[in-house]
């Protein structure tokens, strides 16, 4: 519950940040004096290496970066965005912590240039900008860890500069991201987090419906936000039972960022969610031949999703049990390695191998399967009700041979 907390706040704070640095970018603020970021040139450059980064590009995206950093060497853009060139390698899998030290590293230096910049001018916006978003990069990562002190003071620090950083209250669809992501996800955590409320009395109240169409303003109309807004639509669609909304971006972004694993994944889920079953099939094989190929940023999370896609057509679609049992077992093995036994995926292989355990009469294991899903599913679930009505079925089943028998 902690740590649903710290990263829903951490993401107010950093994308807030963000999506008020990047409204530099585009032009439509006037600055009181001349940024690095209102460089044409720097904006081409960046723009090509962010997309290199969604795309996993990032050692072509790294050098872009490492561009910035030697032509502008105490200027903090450079390290801010080698620094998020980090955090992207860690988001297909946030468990792994290999990135974390270089990530805080190039944050920190970026941190110590803009923290010289502000000390010589604490007007200067740009120094404060950068400021409150290392910070919230930093604060974000620090809430992945569980390390609340250090994202609580983070998290500080990146509000104090936040507040530095405004003054222009003309909104742009870049600004408009920010307060899109809050508005969202302030309301839904008030509606699915009931013990959380009265820490969210510190806070504005959101407004969800506000927050879908400020987001989806972003991703019609920005330049620099527009490929995190639809990031987070492709989320918030799912979410809200939209899941053609959701599939349809997903596609969009799958097409134009095809090594990205979290466009690929939600391609595949919303196709299996409509029914589409041989366009769901396509995109599950798929992902497990990126599994195979050990492509970067392809791991358990995404062999859940490919394995029970596969299992399912196999199953109901295909009418090949032996294909279905292996695939079932493929998506609990991956449920296992990544620590998701509580997920859905992970419940319904359990119930599925059981239900075919029965029609191969083969009691015990479909006891030992029924017995996973009781143990990793809410009580009042579909899941459980039906995997607690299966046993009962079959202890007396087995109840009642053991009698005939005697």
């Known amino acids: 519950m902690k740590k649903v907390f710290g990263v829903v706040l951490a993401f107010f704070v950093s994308f807030s940040s963000e999506a008020q640095l990047f409204s530099f970018l585009n032009g439509k603020e006037k600055p009181k004096e001349e940024m690095l970021l209102l460089d044409r040139g720097v904006?081409?450059?960046?723009?090509?290496?962010?997309?290199?980064?969604?795309?996993?590009?990032?050692?072509?995206?790294?050098?872009?970066?490492?561009?910035?950093?030697?032509?502008?060497?105490?200027?903090?853009?450079?390290?801010?965005?080698?620094?998020?060139?980090?955090?992207?390698?860690?988001?297909?899998?946030?468990?792994?912590?290999?990135?974390?030290?270089?990530?805080?590293?190039?944050?920190?230096?970026?941190?110590?240039?803009?923290?010289?910049?502000?000390?010589?001018?604490?007007?200067?916006?740009?120094?404060?900008f950068f400021l409150s978003a290392a910070y919230a990069i930093k604060g974000r990562l620090y809430a992945?860890?569980?390390?609340?002190?250090?994202?609580?003071?983070?998290?500080?620090?990146?509000?104090?500069?936040?507040?530095?950083?405004?003054?222009?209250?003309?909104?742009?669809?870049?600004?408009?991201?920010?307060?899109?992501?809050?508005?969202?996800?302030?309301?839904?955590?008030?509606e699915n987090y009931k013990s959380l409320k009265p820490l969210l009395t510190f806070f504005r109240k959101g407004d969800k419906n506000?927050?879908?169409?400020?987001?989806?303003?972003?991703?019609?109309?920005?330049f620099y936000s527009r490929m995190e807004a639809r990031y987070f639509l492709i989320q918030i669609y799912a979410s809200e039972n939209q899941p053609a909304k959701s599939l349809m971006m997903a596609r969009q972004m799958h097409g134009l960022y095809p090594n990205n694993s979290?466009?690929?994944?939600?391609?595949?889920?919303?196709?299996?969610?409509?029914?589409?079953?041989?366009?769901?099939?396509?995109?599950?094989?798929?992902?497990?031949?990126?599994l195979e190929e050990k492509k970067y940023g392809y791991g358990d999370n995404?062999?859940?999703?490919?394995?029970?896609?596969?299992?399912y057509v196999n199953q109901h679609y295909k009418r090949n049990n032996t294909q279905a049992k292996f695939y079932y077992t493929k998506c609990i093995n991956y449920s296992l390695s990544n620590d998701t036994k509580e997920s859905g995926y992970y419940v319904a292989s359990n119930l599925a191998l059981g239900k075919l355990a029965i029609t191969e009469n083969d009691n015990k294991a479909a006891v030992e399967y029924f017995a996973e899903v009781l143990k990793n599913s809410d009580k009042k679930s579909s899941s459980y009700i039906e995997a607690k009505k299966a046993l009962s079925d079959l202890t007396k089943k087995l109840k009642a041979q053991k009698k005939g028998r005697k």
């Open 43 to 128: 904006q081409i450059s960046t723009t090509a290496a962010v997309n290199n980064m969604y795309n996993f590009n990032f050692y072509a995206a790294e050098q872009e970066y490492k561009w910035l950093k030697v032509k502008y060497p105490e200027h903090p853009l450079g390290d801010f965005l080698l620094g998020l060139n980090e955090w992207w390698k860690i988001v297909p899998d946030t468990k792994q912590t290999g990135f974390d030290d270089q990530c805080h590293a190039y944050m920190d230096e970026a941190i110590d240039k803009a923290d010289d910049m502000f000390d010589r001018n604490k007007k200067n916006k740009e120094a404060a």
């Open 144 to 190: 992945e860890r569980e390390k609340w002190v250090k994202a609580a003071w983070a998290g500080k620090q990146a509000m104090k500069y936040l507040d530095y950083s405004r003054g222009e209250e003309n909104i742009n669809p870049e600004l408009l991201f920010g307060d899109g992501v809050y508005n969202y996800y302030s309301k839904w955590i008030h």
């Open 210 to 222: 506000l927050g879908i169409k400020q987001l989806e303003n972003v991703a019609n109309n920005a």
């Open 262 to 290: 979290f466009f690929h994944r939600y391609v595949a889920r919303n196709s299996f969610a409509l029914g589409r079953l041989e366009e769901a099939e396509i995109y599950a094989n798929e992902l497990m031949q990126r």
């Open 302 to 311: 995404d062999g859940r999703y490919g394995a029970y896609i596969l299992a």
